[in-house]
């Protein structure tokens, strides 16, 4: 891990910026570990320490290309959060009715045995 991904952590004690996850509570926890651009890459290269956060990899994932608003960076993470969270509860309702068709399907269709 690099001298400025373990500052970012330091600045972010060492959780990610949006959702709060500790990232060094566990393995599973570290290797979720990510840095994020605040202004993603894709729409404007900018390296900067400033523009960056450390992320989990699903917030990393769901922010993706959003360029989050707001006049300070506090501001930028916590439109990203919220961001984040609208998307979240879009997959979860989208999960939950896959998740019942499933069971409802497996109800109706025991497994047959090979």
């Not at 566990?26 to 990510?34: K, M, P």
């Not at 699903?58 to 609208?86: H, M």
Request: with cysteine.
């Amino acid at each position: 891990m690099s001298s400025e991904a373990i500052a970012l952590g330091i600045l972010h004690d060492f959780r990610c910026a949006y959702c709060g996850r500790d990232l060094v509570a566990s393995i599973e926890a570290l290797d979720s570990w990510q840095e994020d651009h605040l202004h993603p890459k894709s729409s404007r290269p900018d390296d900067a320490f400033e523009n960056r956060v450390v992320s989990c990899k699903l917030c990393n994932f769901v922010k993706r290309g959003y360029v989050p608003q707001g006049a300070t960076r506090a501001e930028r993470i916590a439109d990203g959060w919220r961001y984040i969270q609208s998307h979240l509860a879009n997959k979860q309702v989208r999960w939950e009715k896959a998740r019942d068709a499933v069971a409802a399907y497996r109800a109706s269709n025991p497994p047959q045995e090979i």
